[in-house]
């Protein structure tokens, strides 16, 4: 990619964002940041400490020591950590520190692909293709459970799907930068397609932004 392509993805949980902006970053060549990793690693600190989650000061303390560099996705993986990850990211201090961070990952040369609640919206509202990605909760409580089923777990699908709904909702009524699509996303509702089906739906979004901006120059 030899012009600079700035990809920001959104949604609500479990939608498939990640699993689109890892595809997109490779087959365009740029850094992807899984932002909701970021909120994570917040949350993992304050429960490792022993600290509260509803202590603003210390959650935004946690968020000044998050590394983007060494985020371990594993660690990060468990479903306490994500549900924690939505309670600290109600505290402005704690979004102020991690979109600092998060932008500067943005404005490195070339691009990049960043996925989350509010890149769109908030973290890089200049960039040059916004997704929305969303599917039905109850497609995305079914692809959580066969995710987990994969990797030799097990879990119940009405529990996903509850977690989902209330993690879904707390994300979508805090004050600071809500869940929601950007006014020029483009939104791609991915219920009734595959992986593949999104993938080739949002680089048809892309190269058209692509080609018109080549034309306009
Ligand atoms: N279009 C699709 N069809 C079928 N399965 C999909 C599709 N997109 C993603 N998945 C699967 O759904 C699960 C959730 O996807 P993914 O982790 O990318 O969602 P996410 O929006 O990044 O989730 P989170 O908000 O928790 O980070 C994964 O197992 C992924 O392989
Ligand atoms: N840009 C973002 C990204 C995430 N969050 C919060 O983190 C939680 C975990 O995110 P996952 O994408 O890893 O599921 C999520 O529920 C949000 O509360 C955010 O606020 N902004």
Do not use: W
Request: proline share 4%; charged share 30%; hydrophobic share 45%.
């Amino acid at each position: 990619m030899d012009q600079n392509l700035l990809i920001a993805i959104d949604g609500p949980a479990a939608s498939g964002k990640g699993t689109l902006a890892r595809r997109l970053a490779d087959y365009y060549h740029l850094p992807h940041l899984d932002t909701g990793l970021t909120y994570r690693a917040v949350a993992h600190r304050m429960i490792e400490h022993g600290l509260s989650l509803d202590d603003a000061e210390q959650a935004a303390d946690a968020a000044r020591k998050v590394d983007l560099g060494n985020l371990d996705k594993g660690a990060l993986a468990a479903h306490a950590v994500a549900d924690a990850a939505s309670r600290v990211a109600v505290f402005p201090q704690v979004r102020r520190v991690l979109v600092e961070k998060q932008r500067a990952f943005a404005n490195q040369p070339g691009g990049a692909v960043l996925d989350g609640r509010d890149i769109g919206t908030v973290v890089c509202p200049n960039a040059d293709v916004k997704l929305y990605i969303t599917a039905s909760p109850e497609v995305r409580a079914g692809r959580r459970l066969r995710d987990i089923e994969s990797r030799g777990g097990s879990a119940r699908v009405e529990d996903i799907l509850a977690d989902i709904v209330k993690r879904d909702e707390r994300d979508s009524a805090r004050a600071d930068s809500p869940l929601r699509p950007a006014e020029d996303a483009h939104l791609l509702d991915t219920s009734e397609m595959s992986i593949e089906a999104a993938f080739r739906a949002a680089r048809a979004i892309i190269d058209g932004v692509l080609a018109k901006r080549d034309t306009a120059s």
